[in-house]
Protein backbone atom coordinates (compact mmCIF):
# COMPACT_ATOMS: atom_id res chain seq x y z
CA UNK A 1 0.00 0.00 0.00
CA UNK A 2 1.57 3.49 -1.06
CA UNK A 3 1.44 6.48 1.12
CA UNK A 4 2.76 10.19 0.90
CA UNK A 5 3.94 12.44 3.30
CA UNK A 6 3.04 16.06 3.19
CA UNK A 7 3.68 19.07 5.10
CA UNK A 8 0.17 21.34 5.25
CA UNK A 9 1.18 24.96 6.38
CA UNK A 10 -2.73 25.19 8.39
CA UNK A 11 -4.89 23.16 9.87
CA UNK A 12 -8.41 23.68 11.19
CA UNK A 13 -10.21 20.79 12.94
CA UNK A 14 -13.80 21.48 12.37
CA UNK A 15 -15.71 18.57 14.04
CA UNK A 16 -15.47 15.03 14.49
CA UNK A 17 -16.77 12.34 12.01
CA UNK A 18 -18.63 9.87 12.55
CA UNK A 19 -21.29 7.40 11.09
CA UNK A 20 -22.01 3.95 10.77
CA UNK A 21 -18.80 3.06 8.58
CA UNK A 22 -16.87 5.48 10.60
CA UNK A 23 -17.88 3.67 14.14
CA UNK A 24 -16.80 0.52 12.63
CA UNK A 25 -13.63 2.04 12.01
CA UNK A 26 -12.80 3.27 15.05
CA UNK A 27 -13.61 0.27 16.46
CA UNK A 28 -11.16 -1.80 14.50
CA UNK A 29 -9.09 1.25 15.00
CA UNK A 30 -9.41 0.84 18.82
CA UNK A 31 -8.13 -2.78 18.82
CA UNK A 32 -5.28 -2.31 16.93
CA UNK A 33 -4.16 0.56 18.77
CA UNK A 34 -4.90 -1.57 22.22
CA UNK A 35 -2.50 -4.28 20.95
CA UNK A 36 0.30 -1.64 19.60
CA UNK A 37 0.48 0.49 22.67
CA UNK A 38 2.42 3.10 20.57
CA UNK A 39 -0.72 5.07 20.02
CA UNK A 40 -1.78 6.96 23.43
CA UNK A 41 -4.58 8.86 21.95
CA UNK A 42 -6.65 8.81 18.19
CA UNK A 43 -9.07 11.12 16.97
CA UNK A 44 -11.38 10.89 13.65
CA UNK A 45 -12.48 14.28 12.60
CA UNK A 46 -12.92 16.62 9.34
CA UNK A 47 -10.40 18.90 9.20
CA UNK A 48 -9.28 21.92 6.86
CA UNK A 49 -5.53 21.36 5.28
CA UNK A 50 -4.90 24.11 3.80
CA UNK A 51 -7.14 24.41 0.71
CA UNK A 52 -8.88 20.94 0.92
CA UNK A 53 -11.07 20.05 3.35
CA UNK A 54 -11.24 15.91 4.69
CA UNK A 55 -11.21 13.34 7.09
CA UNK A 56 -8.16 13.06 8.83
CA UNK A 57 -7.08 10.67 11.80
CA UNK A 58 -5.32 12.62 14.32
CA UNK A 59 -2.93 10.29 16.40
CA UNK A 60 -1.18 11.73 19.98
CA UNK A 61 1.77 8.90 19.42
CA UNK A 62 3.84 7.66 22.56
CA UNK A 63 7.60 7.74 20.10
CA UNK A 64 6.09 10.62 17.11
CA UNK A 65 5.36 9.40 13.52
CA UNK A 66 6.10 6.46 13.03
CA UNK A 67 6.01 4.66 9.09
CA UNK A 68 4.64 1.17 11.20
CA UNK A 69 1.43 3.00 12.55
CA UNK A 70 0.69 4.41 8.85
CA UNK A 71 0.91 1.02 7.36
CA UNK A 72 -1.04 -0.61 9.90
CA UNK A 73 -3.82 2.29 10.13
CA UNK A 74 -3.68 1.98 6.19
CA UNK A 75 -4.43 -1.74 6.11
CA UNK A 76 -7.09 -1.71 9.09
CA UNK A 77 -8.94 1.43 6.72
CA UNK A 78 -8.79 -0.69 3.41
CA UNK A 79 -10.76 -3.09 5.29
CA UNK A 80 -14.00 -0.63 5.71
CA UNK A 81 -13.71 1.51 3.24
CA UNK A 82 -13.30 0.95 -0.73
CA UNK A 83 -9.61 1.49 -2.43
CA UNK A 84 -11.04 5.21 -4.09
CA UNK A 85 -11.10 6.33 -0.29
CA UNK A 86 -8.28 8.16 1.67
CA UNK A 87 -7.46 9.27 4.88
CA UNK A 88 -5.12 11.87 6.33
CA UNK A 89 -2.88 10.96 8.99
CA UNK A 90 -2.07 13.58 10.87
CA UNK A 91 0.62 12.47 14.12
CA UNK A 92 -0.41 15.51 16.19
CA UNK A 93 2.07 18.57 17.95
CA UNK A 94 0.80 19.27 21.70
CA UNK A 95 -0.64 22.39 20.01
CA UNK A 96 -2.67 20.69 17.32
CA UNK A 97 -4.02 18.38 19.91
CA UNK A 98 -5.65 20.94 22.00
CA UNK A 99 -7.27 22.77 18.97
CA UNK A 100 -8.58 19.65 18.24
CA UNK A 101 -9.84 18.65 21.55
CA UNK A 102 -12.04 21.80 21.30
CA UNK A 103 -14.44 20.01 18.59
CA UNK A 104 -14.10 16.41 18.95
CA UNK A 105 -13.23 13.91 21.76
CA UNK A 106 -11.00 11.26 21.36
CA UNK A 107 -12.42 7.84 20.17
CA UNK A 108 -9.26 5.81 21.96
CA UNK A 109 -7.50 6.83 24.88
CA UNK A 110 -4.99 4.99 27.26
Not at 72 to 90: G, M, P, R
Amino acid sequence: MKWDQHRVAEIRFLHEQDGPSERLLKEKLREMFRKNRAVERAYLAIAQLGEETGVVLGLAARFGPEEKIVTKVQTVFASVFNSSEHLDILFLTAKQETELTQVCKPFFSV
